[in-house]
């Protein structure tokens, strides 16, 4: 598995021209893992209207969206969400690879740089991470990170026209310190 250099970065009003494109050409490897998008999805405009509330969420500290890019060429995503304080100081991760870069190890390098900040910065206690079952490289990506498998939830969400099953993985800040 060859790593090849990247940034990852907090993502800004920008980048979210770039959303579009990498949303379109990743459209077909994305499908199997991804809710069914309306054919605007793929546009610049609703991904900058889009961009628009993400940096409100973000503003609120409940959100944080990661880009990953070689050079100026956005290559994957890390979503943040989910952000709950108080007692539970907890946030859930999702996250999405280019098809060119996908079993590079840059997915759980950047995850592992992401999971550092919401420890460090953010101040979490918790993250959480759902994937099907079947998504095997996801699954890896995790347990390379660091989380574990705490739970099953059937037909959890709805992704690709059918409610899907699935696993449900944690990691707690003191697992990294």
């Not at 598995?1 to 959303?19: G, K, S, V």
């Not at 990661?66 to 100026?72: K, L, Q, T, Y």
């Not at 950047?110 to 910065?121: G, Q």
């Not at 969400?157 to 899907?164: D, R």
Request: include cysteine.
């Amino acid at each position: 598995m060859t790593q090849t250099n990247f940034q990852i970065r907090l993502m800004e009003l920008p980048d979210a021209a770039q959303l579009a494109a990498y949303y379109e050409r990743n459209r077909e490897y994305h499908r199997e893992w991804s809710p069914l998008a309306p054919e605007e999805f793929y546009t610049q405009e609703f991904q900058d209207a889009k961009f628009l509330e993400y940096l409100a969420l973000n503003a609120q500290g409940i959100a944080y969206k990661f880009g990953i890019f070689i050079g100026d060429m956005l290559i994957g995503i890390i979503n943040l969400n989910a952000v709950e304080r108080g007692v539970f100081q907890n946030g859930r991760f999702g996250y999405s690879i280019d098809a060119d870069y996908a079993g590079k190890g840059i997915t759980t390098a950047a995850l592992r740089i992401a999971i550092d900040f919401a420890f460090a910065a953010l101040d979490l206690h918790r993250l959480e991470a759902s994937i099907m079952p079947r998504n095997v490289r996801s699954q890896r990506v995790l347990e390379k990170c660091g989380f574990t498998k705490f739970g099953f939830s059937p037909k959890y969400l709805f992704i690709n026209g059918q409610w899907e099953d699935h696993d449900n993985y944690m990691i707690l800040r003191k697992d990294r310190e």
